[in-house]
Structures are given as C-alpha cells and as structure tokens.
C-alpha cells in the first residue's frame, strides 16, 4: 500500500477508497459540483489532509466520509474501509427511488413538460 504523509488530489483519494468506479469519473464529479471538501466546492487538484470531512453527491443520495487516511493507489474494499469514517446517512428505500423516473411502457417520449417534472423529482 503506498502512502504519503503530505497530501492527495481529492479526484485521486476518492476513487482509491472505491467511492467512484474511475479516475475519470472522479475528476467529472470534481468539475460537475458533485464533490466538497469541508462544505466548499472541490476541484480535481485539491489536495485533502487527514481529518477533512467529503461529500460526494450521486443519483439522489450524499456520501459523507471523513478522510482517516491518505492513499494514492487503490487498494482492496477492506483496507479502503480503513482510510475513511463513513458518516453517510442511509439510503432511502429502493421503491421510493424506482417511482421518481417511471414511465409506463409504450408510453413514448416525455413531452418537455413532463422531462421538468421528472427532473424537479430527481432533484437536478
């Protein structure tokens, strides 16, 4: 495992305690807003330090972790287990989640109208 005791891009920690599936993906939701570091805005080149608290937004739901250790590679689930306090509050119940975007088939296209209303329920 390595480790540094100075400071890590945030795009790269995230995606080393397996919050995000790629770097890529990591370095997107940095840019798209979907990542704070103590309540501010992160970018992809942020570094973080033991101790600050992340957001990470994704389809509806917030992870909150609390950086316990720094990496730079990723590791296995349960050492990534270990670099961070996960203080998430639950996730909601999947038949909420499922409603929110459902069309009956066949039912075609949303009209413009209903495309808004889909996206005010998801929350974008």
Do not use: Y
Not at 7 to 20: E, G, K, M, Q, Y
Not at 35 to 63: I, M, W
Request: proline content about 6%; some cysteine; hydrophobic content about 35%.
């Amino acid at each position: 495992m390595a480790e540094h005791e100075g400071s890590v891009r945030v795009d790269s920690w995230i995606w080393s305690v397996r919050l995000v599936k790629t770097r890529a993906l990591a370095a997107a939701a940095c840019r798209a807003g979907h990542v704070r570091v103590n309540g501010e805005r992160a970018k992809p080149a942020q570094t973080l330090k033991p101790g600050d608290e992340v957001r990470l937004r994704e389809e509806g739901h917030e992870r909150v972790v609390v950086v316990s250790k720094l990496i730079r590679k990723r590791v296995g689930a349960v050492v990534a287990a270990e670099c961070l306090v996960d203080n998430s509050p639950p996730r909601p119940p999947r038949e909420f989640v499922a409603a929110a975007g459902t069309r009956d088939r066949g039912a075609g296209r949303p009209t413009k109208r209903e495309r808004r209303d889909l996206d005010q329920l998801r929350g974008h």
